[in-house]
């Protein structure tokens, strides 16, 4: 799956991402859908125990999954 961050940047998911980052991702589009709230969904994935989120340090460099889900946050933003 390519994935189209908002400035138009695109991220090929089966190349830039391993399996488990995929399927986390996957269950957070979910999430997105479903979590009435932004705080609700950020907890999910700013947690720990998930193959994706390294920590407020990683935000200066995030990761494509990273930078996925980072757009996917400003998209509650926008009502996306």
């Known amino acids: 799956m ?4 908002a400035g138009g940047a695109e991220i090929d998911t089966a190349r830039e991402l391993n399996f488990e980052q995929r399927n986390f991702l996957q269950k957070m589009m979910i999430h997105h859908r479903l979590d009435a709230s932004r705080e609700v969904w950020r907890a ?4 720990g125990g998930n193959p994706v989120w390294r920590g407020p340090g990683s935000l ?13 946050d400003r998209r509650f933003q926008s009502g996306g």
């Open 44 to 47: 999910r994935w700013q947690g």
């Open 2 to 5: 390519i994935y189209k961050l």
């Open 60 to 72: 200066g460099g995030p990761s494509p999954a990273e930078r996925i889900l980072l757009d996917l």
